[in-house]
């Protein structure tokens, strides 16, 4: 048994958005929501789950799996919530919404990467020293990282460097944020986007962003996005549909009160 909350069986957000349902009530403030986006993931979800930090709660969210992942993880005492709209944002947006505490993690659910590591990205979050913390994958055995992946996560990087400044090394999915932060970004992609989009959202609305090394291991089974040339393409396809998005207009703040200033000016002349 995971040392986290448990909940009953949590429905999804519908098409337009809105969550359709979460756990009653606001959680403790100590307690930290860690969502992990599942689709046959049977074989791996006790190793992740009892690796989640006690006291925080696991929401798994069952992306149409059909190995029993729901029923595993609802037996390991994790919260599952229901998404039937296939792909990883979809996923992981049912999970946000459903989640309450105020801050909100995110890691695979493949036994890949370990819950444990968020510890220190928590920490980072609640004392203000960043607003959005990624984890960067550092593989700890031949296979973890297939060449493809580690590829395209090396372009992706680059592309982001040159659309919004930011010096990342990785696009890991590991990371953690404050939910009402992350829910402001008013995230749209649905499939493998919605981490990139996370990042550059964030990048555009100004938030400090940081990145820790972590140990990346062998997946159990197979990656639905990088197990194939195919899923890396998809995956690279939707990522550089993000990165073309048109940033938002950038206000200068000196140059606002300088107008400020003006616009008090005269008024305290009149007409």
Same mark, same amino acid.
């Given at each position: 048994?995971?040392?986290?909350?448990?909940?009953?069986?949590?429905?999804?957000?519908?098409?337009?958005?809105? %969550?359709?349902?979460?756990?009653?009530?606001?959680?403790?403030?100590?307690?930290?929501?860690?969502?992990?986006?599942?689709?046959?993931?049977?074989?791996?979800?006790?190793?992740?789950?009892? /690796?989640?930090?006690?006291?925080?709660?696991?929401?798994?969210?069952?992306?149409? #799996?059909?190995?029993?992942?729901?029923?595993?993880?609802?037996?390991?005492?994790?919260?599952?919530?229901?998404?039937?709209?296939?792909?990883?944002?979809?996923?992981?947006?049912?999970?946000?919404?459903?989640?309450?505490?105020?801050?909100?993690?995110?890691?695979?659910?493949?036994?890949?990467?370990?819950?444990?590591?968020?510890? %220190?990205?928590?920490?980072?979050?609640? #004392?203000?020293?960043?607003?959005?913390?990624?984890?960067?994958? /550092?593989?700890?055995?031949?296979?973890?990282?297939?060449? /493809?992946?580690?590829?395209?996560? &090396?372009? &992706?990087?680059?592309?982001?460097?040159?659309?919004?400044?930011?010096?990342?090394?990785?696009?890991?999915?590991?990371?953690?944020?404050?939910?009402?932060?992350?829910?402001?970004?008013?995230?749209?992609?649905?499939?493998?986007?919605?981490?990139?989009?996370?990042?550059?959202?964030?990048?555009?609305?100004?938030?400090?962003?940081?990145?820790?090394?972590?140990?990346?291991?062998?997946?159990?089974?197979?990656?639905?996005?990088?197990?194939?040339?195919?899923?890396?393409?998809?995956?690279?396809?939707?990522?550089?549909?993000?990165?073309?998005?048109?940033?938002?207009?950038?206000?200068?703040?000196?140059?606002?009160?300088?107008?400020?200033?003006?616009?008090?000016?005269?008024?305290?002349?009149?007409?």
């Amino acid at each position: 048994m995971i040392n986290s909350l448990s909940g009953p069986e949590t429905p999804g957000p519908d098409p337009g958005g809105t %969550p359709g349902g979460a756990a009653s009530g606001v959680a403790p403030v100590d307690v930290v929501d860690v969502v992990l986006p599942c689709l046959d993931e049977a074989e791996a979800l006790p190793w992740v789950l009892e /690796r989640v930090p006690p006291g925080w709660r696991a929401i798994v969210v069952d992306n149409g #799996s059909r190995d029993g992942s729901d029923r595993v993880a609802r037996s390991l005492g994790a919260t599952v919530v229901r998404e039937e709209r296939r792909g990883f944002g979809a996923a992981c947006h049912a999970g946000l919404t459903a989640a309450t505490a105020e801050i909100v993690c995110f890691c695979d659910c493949d036994a890949s990467l370990d819950p444990a590591d968020l510890v %220190p990205f928590v920490a980072e979050i609640r #004392s203000g020293r960043a607003d959005l913390v990624l984890g960067r994958r /550092r593989p700890r055995a031949r296979g973890a990282w297939p060449l /493809r992946a580690r590829a395209g996560n &090396l372009a &992706l990087t680059r592309l982001l460097r040159r659309r919004t400044g930011l010096r990342l090394h990785d696009l890991g999915p590991l990371r953690a944020a404050r939910r009402e932060d992350l829910l402001s970004l008013d995230l749209t992609d649905r499939r493998s986007g919605y981490p990139l989009q996370m990042v550059v959202r964030a990048a555009d609305a100004g938030w400090r962003v940081t990145e820790h090394d972590v140990p990346y291991l062998p997946r159990t089974g197979t990656s639905k996005v990088t197990g194939t040339w195919r899923g890396t393409w998809q995956a690279v396809r939707d990522m550089s549909r993000v990165l073309r998005e048109t940033p938002p207009a950038r206000v200068d703040a000196r140059e606002d009160a300088r107008e400020d200033a003006r616009e008090n000016a005269r008024e305290d002349v009149g007409p």
